[in-house]
């Protein structure tokens, strides 16, 4: 059974910036693509970014293209997700999500977090 643990959600002004990280237990966490998806209330869970199990591919939505970006350190087992510009659209709860490729199919995901929630002040 592998564990994801999200931290670094909280509260900011719009044009801040947030990180998030997401540390897994899994013992061969490098084998792993993971994702990041969001959830707004009243909405779909969305996928936000994708890296592959080396971190050399990277996968992102339109709408955080330039202002999101999403790195690893597989000897740390942990993911993170650095958000700059934030608007007050980007309020959602953030889940990662851990699989074999990066999908924007959230049920192609094995495991994921709990979540941890962003919101965005304008």
């Known amino acids: 059974q592998v564990q994801l643990v999200e931290s670094g959600g909280g509260l900011v002004q719009a044009g801040g910036s947030l990180r998030l990280s997401c540390a897994a237990s899994?013992?061969?966490?490098?084998?792993?693509?993971m994702g990041w998806f969001r959830q707004a209330p009243g909405k779909e869970r969305e996928f936000v970014t994708g890296i592959n199990r080396s971190g050399g591919s990277t996968y992102y939505a339109d709408l955080v293209k330039g202002r999101f970006t999403i790195s690893r350190d597989n000897a740390k087992n942990t993911v993170y997700l650095q958000m700059n510009s934030l608007k007050p659209e980007d309020t959602a709860i953030y889940y990662c999500?851990?699989?074999?490729?990066?999908?924007?199919?959230?049920?192609?995901?094995?495991?994921w977090g709990q979540g941890t929630q962003v919101t965005v002040s304008s």
């Open positions: 899994a013992r061969t966490f490098s084998s792993y693509a």
């Open positions: 999500a851990l699989g074999w490729v990066v999908t924007t199919a959230p049920g192609s995901y094995e495991y």
